[in-house]
């Protein structure tokens, strides 16, 4: 049986939240904080959102090329998203089947699937209101990125 509960806060997010709690775990591994590069085999859509995404994170001090493929399925998901949402744009809500009855038109469905995918990821990363509004970063963190949060742009590029 798996683990009940939500998944505990990584003690670096503790840290920056400037929880008490960050200072009794013992044993989780440090990963250094550093910009990497994307890999070679993301797509060229989804490596237009790397650098901006991978900047954010360092700013926040939770970038490390540990996180490289987590990045990339985040950088893939958005990707993802915004072609989907922009070829829903045109299309109807609703299209008429072959019994002629009418269904949801799957695109919309496509574009919600792609849209919970980057939900799902950002929030691994902290990237959502509800994980980044309790995290304080110090004026050092501050300076070593020339990106914050406010620089993040999902529809960059669409």
């Given at each position: 049986m798996?683990?009940?509960g939500?998944?505990?806060?990584?003690?670096?997010?503790?840290?920056?939240?400037?929880?008490?709690?960050a200072?009794?775990?013992?044993g989780e591994?440090e990963v250094?904080?550093?910009l990497?590069?994307?890999?070679?085999w993301l797509?060229?859509?989804?490596?237009?959102?790397?650098s901006?995404?991978?900047?954010?994170?360092?700013?926040?001090?939770?970038?490390?090329?540990?996180y490289?493929?987590?990045?990339?399925?985040?950088?893939?998901?958005?990707?993802?998203?915004?072609?989907?949402?922009?070829?829903?744009?045109?299309?109807?809500l609703?299209?008429?089947?072959?019994n002629g009855?009418?269904?949801?038109n799957p695109?919309h469905?496509?574009?919600?699937?792609?849209?919970?995918?980057?939900?799902?990821a950002?929030r691994?990363?902290?990237l959502?209101?509800?994980?980044?509004?309790?995290?304080?970063?110090?004026?050092?963190q501050?300076?070593?990125?020339?990106?914050?949060?406010?620089d993040?742009?999902?529809?960059q590029?669409?």
């Open positions: 798996g683990k009940r939500p998944k505990p806060t990584p003690t670096k997010i503790l840290a920056l939240r400037g929880s008490w709690l200072k009794t775990r013992e591994p250094p904080a550093a990497c590069e994307p890999p070679p797509s060229d859509r989804a490596k237009e959102h790397w901006p995404i991978a900047q954010t994170l360092f700013g926040l001090g939770v970038m490390s090329p540990t490289s493929v987590a990045l990339a399925a985040l950088c893939e998901a958005i990707a993802d998203y915004t072609k989907s949402a922009k070829e829903s744009e045109t299309q109807p609703v299209i008429e089947d072959a009855g009418v269904k949801a695109i469905n496509i574009k919600t699937k792609d849209w919970n995918r980057v939900l799902s950002c691994e990363f902290g959502t209101p509800s994980a980044i509004s309790g995290i304080r970063t110090s004026d050092s501050k300076a070593k990125s020339k990106k914050g949060i406010s993040f742009r999902l529809a590029g669409a």
